[in-house]
């Protein structure tokens, strides 16, 4: 297995070497960079794929430069695995990750802690001692996964909760067909848990597995599925008029994003924390939505849409 | 039907060779599986593992893959061939170059993007993934059944003619024989294309290995991912094996 994941790391740094890596817009100091000063530093800043992890990249390194630090972009690498290898190698020094993604993926659990601050201290703990990665503070946001439907469906079939359409899946499984990516279907904090803790089961004749990203448009369309699962914080549910069907059971666990940064990192350059901290306590649910929805709906470069947030709250000058 | 003018080509040797990978190649994939079986149960498996490596999750996913494969070329030797014959025969053989020429740019275009733009545009599922697989796979077939037909020694159709063969006898007596071993190198192209390829069907809901790849790369979990990666190889040499077979069968002896 050491060498599995030797290779996995290799694999990397190969795939990350040859990625799109800049150093992109500078930004003056705001609020962030009182009495912190990153001057001489040079920082990777690391994400995946999905628009997310995009504007997150670019927040965290607008903010960064605004200190003084030099700071290099490899915003965009594919998959939460590639990523966390480019980190534990040293290709980055920082990204975003979820509570839950770690819980399961990285420390090798199959069942997720229901209450969101144990969650986080378990994985926080677990990662510092096992893989030297320190989370630091945790954002209110909770991008967790969610069943959505078209809102007009939902009045139409009577349902209010997932209770609601566990009924549905027994009584009439063809109204209840649901879209689920290949993740979700996989892990027992999503499809296989789900149907367990609501006590249904759908026949795979009324289960359609897609890429994520194809499965808001499905959902909205109605075809080939009425439900879908979906991120809870993606700006896609509003602008197709879907509403997240509310999880009446608490089922699905919380997934707090967080920035995760290497140990040695953290320990020479304190200031990281201190910079980053205001800028977690201010993304809510609300507020990733949005900025996810300028990117996605409204076609915004990820660098634009974290720019001008953070001038708006002052966080960077300019 | 024996031709004395064919120039001398001694077919001992590669049919020396594909005997002896005829057999060692069922043997040597029946050991690879056994291996990969046995370092699966090996393992200490937990509950996302346990789920996606289930006997009848794997054995539906496999079927499911053959299935796609199995559909998929049969539809393209039944498109493709035909096709290549008529287009290499008057009046629609002035059509074979710009159709040549298409077949080749054809070639270029990916089959994630072939996949994916027939979801958008009309639908998802089984038979959707078959239209893409072979969308991507029969221009190598055609090609190489109007470059096959058109390698045939003119002097051996006028010899064919000359003796009172019908054209339809000449064709299927005389071209079509010459020209399989070009025409079946290209349905081994195609049929190892499609089973890589179908693979990507897994991401428009026509199932197949390509879940396992998924499940196993989102997860990080290596033996999900290993089981189906290598059971994709495995039935891709199979797929390439019955393949030589078919050829040995189909090729006119002496060539």
């Given amino acids: ?318 | 039907m024996t031709v004395t003018a064919v120039p001398e080509r001694t077919g001992d040797e590669t049919a020396g060779r594909s005997l002896a990978g005829l057999l060692v190649t069922p043997v040597f994939l029946a050991a690879v599986s056994a291996a990969l079986y046995l370092y699966v149960r090996g393992l200490d498996l937990d509950a996302i593992e346990r789920r996606s490596l289930g006997r009848s999750e794997i054995t539906h996913q496999f079927l499911q893959h053959v299935r796609l494969v199995a559909v998929s070329t049969a539809l393209v030797l039944a498109i493709a061939v035909p096709l290549g014959v008529l287009l290499t025969r008057p009046p629609l053989d002035r059509l074979s170059a710009p159709f040549l020429a298409l077949a080749n740019v054809g070639q270029a275009v990916p089959s994630i993007g072939v996949l994916v733009l027939l979801a958008v545009t009309v639908g998802i599922g089984f038979q959707k993934a078959v239209v893409a697989l072979i969308l991507v796979s029969a221009l190598p077939v055609l090609r190489n059944t109007m470059v096959g037909l058109r390698g045939v020694d003119r002097s051996l159709i006028e010899a064919g003619r000359g003796i009172g063969l019908s054209r339809a006898a000449v064709l299927f007596r005389v071209e079509l024989p010459l020209a399989v071993p070009v025409i079946l190198a290209s349905v081994r192209v195609a049929v190892i294309l499609n089973v890589g390829s179908a693979t990507l069907a897994a991401f428009t809901n026509a199932g197949g290995l390509g879940d396992l790849i998924n499940t196993g790369i989102s997860l990080n979990r290596t033996p999900i991912l290993l089981t189906g990666s290598v059971l994709t190889a495995v039935l891709a040499m199979a797929a390439d094996w019955l393949i030589g077979i078919v050829e040995l069968v189909l090729r006119p002896r002496g060539l």
Avoid: H
């Fill in chain 1, 1 to 318: 297995m050491r060498k599995l994941s030797a290779a996995a790391s290799l694999a990397a740094v190969a795939l990350t070497a040859g990625c799109f890596s800049s150093t992109g817009t500078d930004a003056k100091a705001g609020s962030l960079a009182e009495g912190n000063s990153l001057k001489g530093v040079t920082l990777t800043v690391g994400s995946k794929e999905f628009t997310e992890q995009l504007v997150l990249c670019q927040v965290t390194a607008l903010a960064l430069r605004s200190a003084g630090a030099t700071v290099k972009e490899k915003c965009g690498l594919q998959g939460s695995n590639t990523t966390r290898a480019a980190l534990t190698s040293g290709s980055i020094d920082m990204y975003w990750e979820y509570t839950g993604t770690a819980w399961v993926n990285y420390l090798k659990q199959t069942e997720p802690i229901g209450d969101p601050a144990r969650q986080y201290a378990a994985v926080a703990e677990q990662d510092l001692a096992k893989n030297k990665v320190k989370w630091l503070a945790p954002a209110p946001a909770n991008n967790t996964y969610a069943l959505a439907v078209k809102t007009t469906t939902m009045r139409r079939l009577g349902i209010a909760d997932l209770s609601g359409y566990a009924r549905l899946a027994k009584s009439d499984p063809s109204k209840a067909s649901t879209c689920v990516a290949s993740e979700f279907a996989g892990r027992s904090d999503g499809w296989p848990g789900l149907q367990k803790a609501y006590g249904f089961s759908l026949p795979k004749s009324d289960v359609a597995t897609l890429a994520e990203g194809a499965i808001y448009d499905a959902v909205g369309k109605g075809k080939p599925c009425a439900f879908g699962e979906v991120a809870t914080t993606d700006g896609r549910i509003k602008a197709l008029g879907l509403t997240p069907v509310p999880d009446d059971k608490k089922f699905f666990p919380v997934y707090n994003p967080a920035l995760t940064v290497r140990e040695s990192v953290y320990r020479d350059d304190p200031a990281v924390e201190k910079i980053v901290k205001p800028i977690a306590a201010a993304l809510t649910d609300a507020v990733l939505r949005e900025l996810n929805g300028e990117v996605d709906i409204k076609g915004e470069q990820p660098s634009r849409v974290a720019e001008t947030w953070l001038k708006s709250k002052g966080f960077i000058g300019g």
